[in-house]
């Protein structure tokens, strides 16, 4: 995983969720399985599940606005939009 720019790990995935609860990994921290292809922790559904908080809405398909995205924390509270620029 590459934080503020440094590769570390390897790290197993129950490290990473461990690291995801203490606010060390975030959606936009980079992962990779090979070390040559990344991609952004939020985007792999074992790291951070779609979760739909208890009376939270959360838009789906064409109700989603271009300018952000949405995700759940590890408290299970719904945060967004949030920019992924």
């Known amino acids: 995983m590459k934080i503020k720019g440094r ?8 490290g990473i ?3 995801v609860k203490r606010g060390v990994v ?5 992962l990779s399985l090979d070390g040559r292809h990344w991609q952004r922790a939020g985007e792999r ?9 208890e009376g939270a809405h959360v ?3 064409d109700e989603r606005s271009e300018e952000g995205w949405y995700y ?3 408290t299970g509270q719904v945060v967004g939009p ?4």
């Open 59 to 61: 838009p789906h398909g």
């Open 26 to 30: 975030t959606p936009t921290t980079e």
């Open 82 to 85: 949030v920019s992924v620029a």
């Open 72 to 74: 759940a924390d590890s």
């Open 45 to 53: 559904e074992e790291v951070f599940p779609a979760v739909e908080a």
């Open 7 to 14: 590769v570390h790990g390897p790290v197993s995935l129950d």
């Open 17 to 19: 969720q461990r690291l």
